[in-house]
């Protein structure tokens, strides 16, 4: 299961954001205004590194795609089997949310090559 994460309130998420930044470099974007500042409802934001948006444009991919499928209109002799597949698909999605952290791909900010961390266990000694 994915560890819990107290975010509770504005501050909370944004202390992650800027972690992240810190870390491995965010790039913000969006529509300008007038004086050349981004519009905050257009603000868009990109982790530099492409492993990390790659996972999360699959998982945004198949979250939209979910949001289409409860969307989706049904007759009412269909509704049992529509439910079913929206349950189904929401398993999946958590099963996705798994899959998607399951590495230990090392980022950072002007770090080269592919480092792999190695979890050690209990004892000390490397899984």
Not at 16 to 41: N, P, Y
Not at 62 to 79: Q, R, Y
């Amino acid at each position: 299961a994915l560890s819990p994460v107290e975010i509770e309130t504005d501050a909370d998420v944004i202390s992650l954001i800027l972690a992240i930044d810190d870390r491995v470099g965010i790039t913000f974007d969006g529509k300008k205004d007038s004086k050349g500042k981004i519009d905050t409802k257009t603000l868009t934001i990109r982790i530099d590194d492409l492993f990390v948006n790659d996972a999360l444009a699959r998982y945004g991919n198949a979250k939209n795609h979910l949001a289409k499928l409860k969307g989706t209109a049904v007759t009412k002799k269909d509704k049992k089997e529509h439910a079913a597949q929206i349950a189904g698909f929401e398993e999946a999605l958590s099963l996705k949310k798994l899959n998607l952290i399951d590495t230990n791909k090392v980022i950072g900010k002007n770090k080269t090559g592919v480092t792999i961390k190695i979890a050690q266990s209990r004892t000390g000694q490397s899984k």
